[in-house]
């Protein structure tokens, strides 16, 4: 059978086979799950084998892979495999050896086991016992796991573990790597003791189905003397899905961090062409792929320095939130980050397709000024990319001008996802500040760890910056200090033809309390689309004394004259005469009634 599940983009066949041989009974059991309900807890497979002579075998066999993997899909996807299944095998484990104290009819009953779950692209494995998990890659069979037989005694029917033997077990647990095109084996002793590793490898480097595949081993074993139970699991891995966050973390653990190399080295096949930026913490180099052709060729790598206190730790950490980004949104003003092939890379950089364009900070510096139009166009495109972001609870945490690349074809790419604050993450792990100082909201200097609001101040910022030819809309302060938030320099002071809907929505943007900013990128780009027209939020107008507008003064004036008029009918007032207040009406603007 083939089981896809699209969204998660993993794709894996499972195929199964099994025989009786000789025995009175089946006592072994297998089974598979892939999640479709839309989570990322991937593929979770296992299989187990009653010991042989044990009351209750098949009973201990069925239990221990039905609680694996129910167990492991209850569970939120937050937790690791380790945790999840781990703990459902402990528990079975305990109840079948409590069972088996307590039944007569299933004394001792016990079975030896082995699981896997394929989660982002690492495979988790849970063994005790005899059964056996093999990967197969590319013609190499390698087997995973190891027999729990005396020392010795690898040919013994004795093991030294399996579940139920005692009251508390232990399980073997590994971490490995998983490729698309590899193949896995999970088989009991019924198989692997009557079929050589270089006969199941042929027949795995045949590539038949899945099914035919586990029918072609089982039918091995007994043609070779099988006489006991055979149980054959194969499964073969299309599509892995993005990676996970401690995929990334354990992938670039293996990566050095070496000195930044210089203009024309060759590394991993990257021959790096021109020094695009050369910072405190890192150097940037547009360099060539010697491995590409085309436009595919111009890539974009980014070295860490070591050397600089805290820079492996800031450097791993951004590549971790970079990638893991690119590896979940795509989108077209979102910048990618290259997925390198398995052991192309060998030490710490990332790698971005180079974007013909500039950077919106250098398009400020230079003349004209920016269009109305292609202002709110920009600003449109920046508050849906950051909207996409923050659907799925990434926040950017470091909006600015020199993070937005305009494209020559007149598109952009809001790029430098390595302060991103994940929802994968712990809450507390993260880098401070989050952030560039001119850009950060109030909430951030007083140690909070920033949300979309602060993204949409931050985006305030910059929007005020694009329309005012680089002012910043309440002075710049130096590097790494605390800006002073007096009342934003308004917008049509330096920009006559700037309409009083977007002075409004940059107000809103940059309102000190978070809760009446936009609450999101989606809503500010609505606002800006529409180019609706709101009032300047409370906290601006009680903070920094807001004048009122035209039509609100206008109103109050018409409201206290129907009033008086009012008034002065049921005789409260003394009268005033028609033209005393069209005279009154005139001088507000209203025309002769």
Request: aromatic content about 8%; hydrophobic content about 40%.
């Amino acid at each position: 059978m083939v089981a896809t599940a699209t969204h998660s983009r993993l794709k894996a066949a499972v195929g199964f086979a099994t025989h009786i041989g000789r025995r009175e009974d089946n006592q072994d059991f297998a089974a598979s799950c892939l999640a479709d309900d839309g989570s990322h807890h991937g593929l979770v497979a296992a299989l187990a084998d009653g010991v042989g002579g044990r009351k209750g075998g098949r009973v201990a066999a069925e239990l221990s892979v039905r609680s694996f993997i129910d167990d492991y899909l209850s569970q939120t996807e937050a937790l690791s495999p380790q945790k999840t299944a781990g703990r459902a095998l402990e528990s079975i484990n305990y109840w079948i050896f409590r069972q088996g104290e307590k039944d007569e009819n299933v004394k001792g009953m016990s079975c030896a086991f082995t699981g896997v779950v394929i989660k982002g692209n690492r495979l988790h494995s849970f063994h005790v016992g005899d059964t056996r998990l093999y990967r197969w890659r590319e013609g190499y069979l390698g087997q995973m796991t190891r027999d729990h037989k005396p020392q010795g005694g690898e040919d013994s029917p004795f093991l030294t573990r399996a579940i139920g033997f005692e009251e508390v077990v232990r399980i073997d647990y590994r971490i490995h790597d998983i490729f698309p095109h590899d193949r896995l084996l999970l088989c009991s002793d019924g198989v692997h003791g009557k079929v050589s590793e270089n006969q199941i490898n042929t027949i795995l480097s045949e590539r038949h189905s899945a099914d035919d595949t586990a029918q072609k081993l089982v039918d091995l074993a007994i043609h070779n003397g099988g006489d006991d139970n055979a149980t054959v699991l194969v499964i073969d891995i299309f599509e892995l899905p993005p990676a996970t966050v401690k995929d990334l973390d354990a992938a670039i653990a293996k990566l050095p961090m070496l000195d930044p190399p210089e203009t024309g080295a060759i590394v991993d096949d990257f021959k790096l062409e021109a020094m695009l930026a050369d910072g405190v913490y890192s150097r940037v180099f547009r360099a060539r792929d010697l491995s590409a052709t085309g436009p595919q060729s111009n890539v974009l790598l980014k070295f860490p320095k070591p050397h600089n206190l805290g820079a492996e730790t800031m450097a791993r950490a951004a590549f971790v939130r970079e990638t893991w980004v690119a590896s979940r949104v795509q989108h077209i003003w979102i910048g990618s980050v290259l997925q390198l092939p398995p052991k192309r890379q060998t030490c710490l950089y990332v790698a971005q397709p180079f974007y013909e364009g500039e950077t919106l900070e250098k398009r400020l510096s230079r003349s004209p000024e920016l269009s109305l139009e292609e202002g709110i166009d920009i600003a449109t495109k920046l508050a849906k990319a950051l909207g996409s972001l923050h659907r799925v609870g990434i926040i950017h945490r470091d909006v600015k001008p020199d993070n937005i690349i305009l494209l020559k074809d007149g598109g952009l790419k809001l790029v430098d996802l390595g302060f991103a604050r994940l929802p994968a993450l712990d809450e507390k792990t993260g880098i401070l500040p989050p952030g560039t100082n001119n850009y950060m909201a109030p909430e951030l200097f007083e140690g909070q760890w920033g949300d979309e609001r602060s993204d949409i101040f931050a985006l305030g910022v910059t929007l005020h910056r694009m329309f005012t030819g680089g002012s910043y809309p309440y002075g710049e302060a130096e590097p790494f200090a605390k800006p002073v938030l007096k009342r934003p320099d308004p917008l049509t002071k330096k920009r006559k033809d700037a309409p009083g809907w977007l002075e409004s929505l940059i107000l809103q943007a940059l309102a000190p309390n978070p809760d009446e900013r936009f609450q999101d990128g989606f809503e500010m780009a609505f606002k800006l689309e529409t180019g609706s027209y709101g009032a300047a939020p409370a906290s601006l107008r009680k903070t920094y004394g807001a004048p009122q507008r035209p039509w609100q003064i206008a109103t109050a004036v018409l409201t206290a004259l129907v009033l008086w008029l009012g008034a002065m009918q049921l005789g409260l007032l003394p009268g005033l005469d028609v033209e005393q207040v069209k005279a009154v009406l005139r001088e507000h603007g209203f025309p002769d009634l």
